[in-house]
């Protein structure tokens, strides 16, 4: 496709590897050395790169940089995105601006967005979720962990149960702090688990929240957005980039549950307003792009190989 000829390159044995077959994409036992371009998604993956590919020069080494948080080891960071690889995206400019403080040459990093591909009208499924029409319901997606601030939903939560007694929380995902917000949830939070179907958590959602401490990017939010649910999202990393408040969402504090219960309680307080924010979303995704961003990858690979 497009005059490349592309594989992936994983343990035969990993999630990765089980998931690419099942989509129909190549995986192979590839000599890195014979490739033009090697692309990796992690800082684990660009040191084995750099390994695989030492001596050649005919490879192209490019790393995509997925988080936002500072690294434990400064030194060891900046040596590896400034010497192992070619070039650098970033998937927002809060993480191209977290390389550049960590000592990585600004001509290396391209700022190129996560695209998402914008899905068809979203159905109502509640039913599926045990929740009622009379409901409004506010959901988050993501593994349950610290940066992801499930404790902060849980909070507000808790400070809305009286104000908004027909408010329910359903928090998706899995992850190790799962039984820990299980155990201090009230009675208007329901925990789901993992959920593969997508389309049918937007589907019965009012709104989507994102209370994250840290995010690079912000995924979840972007796909609540394409699938018209409008979204409260922190002011933090990559989220700002996405979220605009008046324009599809509003943003708050990181890490203040009584900041998010009064987003909440505003955007429940019109219907109409509420309907409009989700359009307003759904336009703002479509920004964001898959075909966007494969544009801007390929011109990116340009600059190494003609």
């Not at 610290?146 to 995902?173: I, T, Y």
Request: some cysteine; charged content about 20%; hydrophobic content about 45%.
């Amino acid at each position: 496709m497009r005059g490349y000829r592309q594989a992936i390159v994983c343990p035969p044995s990993s999630m990765l590897a089980e998931r690419a077959s099942a989509a129909g994409f190549p995986v192979e036992k590839l000599d890195l050395r014979s490739a033009d371009i090697v692309h990796a998604h992690s800082g684990r993956a660009l040191t084995g790169a750099f390994w695989k590919t030492l001596g050649s020069t005919k490879v192209c080494r490019v790393v995509t940089r997925h988080v936002a948080f500072r690294p434990r080891n400064p030194w060891a960071h900046r040596m590896k995105y400034r010497w192992a690889c070619d070039g650098v995206i970033a998937v927002s400019e809060a993480v191209r601006s977290g390389l550049i403080q960590s000592g990585v040459p600004r001509g290396k990093i391209q700022v190129i967005h996560t695209g998402i591909e914008i899905p068809p009208a979203t159905p109502q499924t509640r039913s599926r979720f045990g929740l009622s029409e009379t409901d409004f319901v506010v959901g988050h997606l993501g593994a349950f962990t610290k940066e992801k601030g499930q404790d902060v939903a849980v909070a507000a939560a808790v400070l809305l149960r009286e104000s908004m007694p027909h408010a329910r929380f359903l928090l998706a995902g899995d992850g190790m702090l799962l039984n820990d917000m299980r155990r201090r949830a009230p009675a208007n939070v329901t925990f789901p688990g993992f959920i593969a179907d997508h389309a049918a958590f937007f589907g019965a959602l009012n709104l989507f929240i994102m209370p994250s401490r840290s995010e690079a990017w912000g995924m979840a939010a972007l796909e609540a957005m394409a699938h018209g649910v409008p979204v409260i999202a922190s002011d933090v990393g990559g989220l700002p980039e996405i979220v605009q408040p008046g324009n599809g969402g509003w943003l708050v504090p990181a890490g203040d549950p009584a900041a998010l219960a009064r987003a909440i309680t505003e955007s429940a307080s019109s219907a109409d307003r509420l309907h409009e924010q989700g359009e307003k979303a759904r336009r703002r995704a479509q920004l964001f792009s898959v075909g966007q961003m494969v544009e801007q990858t390929e011109e990116f690979y340009r600059r190494f190989v003609t």
